[in-house]
T-cell receptor, first 114, second 107 residues
Framework: GAVVSQHPSRVICKSGTSVKIECRSL??????MFWYRQFPKQSLMLMAT?????????EQGVEKDKFLINHASLTLSTLTVTSAHPEDSSFYIC??????????FGPGTRLTVT | KNEVEQSPQNLTAQEGEFITINCSYS?????LHWLQQHPGGGIVSLFM???GKKKHGRLIATINIQEKHSSLHITASHPRDSAVYIC?????????FGTGTSLTVIP
């Protein structure tokens, strides 16, 4: 099956710094990528939908200036958490696919902000 | 009300038992996913279904589109199956997630 990778798998950063998370589709071209966040003991929450070559669509309550999403190519989307704070510590997951229903999930990135 | 409901929320089973996790949804979907999340958070996509039934090893997933219901079955459960299982449906261009079922298989 199709593979989606995320990098890094774990990252620890200091409060106030920015951290970038990559989501790559390894063997297919992804016109759409989704970014999710998971709080402890909770299910996944959609943050934004990223379409290649256009601006991301953010869900209500998600700060687009804080969570910068770039989908510059058909195989790569990046999520940058800017000026990170401890409350941004979470598990971030992406999924990638083409128009329709073929979506494949990445393994996730655990962010800890100290 | 959640668009996706899973049951049970927590499940403890003895090794070897047959396990069923249920998922009901209220939106029109183009696909349903079963995800497995191990302690530490890593997500593994187990199945993607749009109709019928799929089998992979000891795992079986079924979906009934008319009844808007899916089940995930684990045969001959093993302690390494202990994880959180999440049902996710793709409706339109949006995913809806169940709250997950935490499974513990005791040796």
């Amino acid at each position: 099956g199709a593979v989606v990778s995320q990098h890094p798998s774990r990252v620890i950063c200091k409060s106030g710094t920015s951290v970038k998370i990559e989501c790559r589709s390894l063997d297919f071209q992804a016109t759409t990528m989704f970014w999710y966040r998971q709080f402890p003991k909770q299910s996944l929450m959609l943050m934004a939908t990223s379409n290649e070559g256009s601006k991301a669509t953010y869900e209500q309550g998600v700060e687009k200036d804080k969570f910068l999403i770039n989908h510059a190519s058909l195989t790569l989307s990046t999520l940058t958490v800017t000026s990170a704070h401890p409350e941004d510590s979470s598990f971030y997951i992406c999924s990638a696919g083409q128009e329709g229903y073929e979506q494949y999930f990445g393994p996730g990135t655990r962010l800890t902000v100290t | 009300k959640n668009e996706v409901e899973q049951s049970p929320q927590n499940l403890t089973a003895q090794e070897g038992e047959f396990i069923t996790i249920n998922c009901s949804y209220s939106v029109g979907i183009s696909a349903l996913h079963w995800l497995q999340q191990h302690p530490g958070g890593g997500i593994v996509s187990l199945f993607m279904l749009s109709s019928g039934k799929k089998k992979h090893g000891r795992l079986i997933a079924t979906i009934n589109i008319q009844e808007k219901h899916s089940s995930l079955h684990i045969t001959a459960s093993h302690p390494r199956d202990s994880a959180v299982y999440i049902c996710a449906v793709l409706g339109g261009n949006q995913f809806y997630f169940g709250t997950g079922t935490s499974l513990t298989v005791i040796p």
